[in-house]
């Protein structure tokens, strides 16, 4: 991994509303992360295509698609706020808690 990706990615990580993210939702993009992972960690090895790491990841159910009651309780909350990490043609979210 080259520390210039890692910065890169890393400049895309923010903040974001479930209204910004839910087109990416529509189009299966979206992937939810573990609170448990370290975004930019899930976010540099998708982007460097390191499939056992993510594969594992899928298996344990540490990041998966949106479920259907995930997308449900989002679209009644627009401005549900998660951290968010853009890795072509993927966001990666994390909810973030209760303010």
């Known amino acids: 991994m080259t ?10 990580l923010d903040e974001a509303q479930w209204d910004w993210i839910m087109p990416h939702a529509k189009r299966d993009a979206a992937i ?13 090895a998708i982007a460097n295509n390191e499939v056992s790491r993510v594969q594992d990841w899928i298996e344990r159910q540490l990041i998966q698609k949106p479920s259907l009651d995930q ?3 989002w679209n009644e909350n627009p401005s549900k706020r998660f951290k968010a990490i853009i890795v072509q043609p993927y966001v990666a979210i994390q909810e973030m808690g209760e303010n």
């Open 71 to 73: 997308l449900s309780e």
């Open 32 to 44: 939810v992360v573990s609170p448990e992972l370290d975004l930019l960690d899930v976010g540099v």
């Open 3 to 12: 520390v210039e990706l890692r910065e890169e990615i890393a400049q895309s």
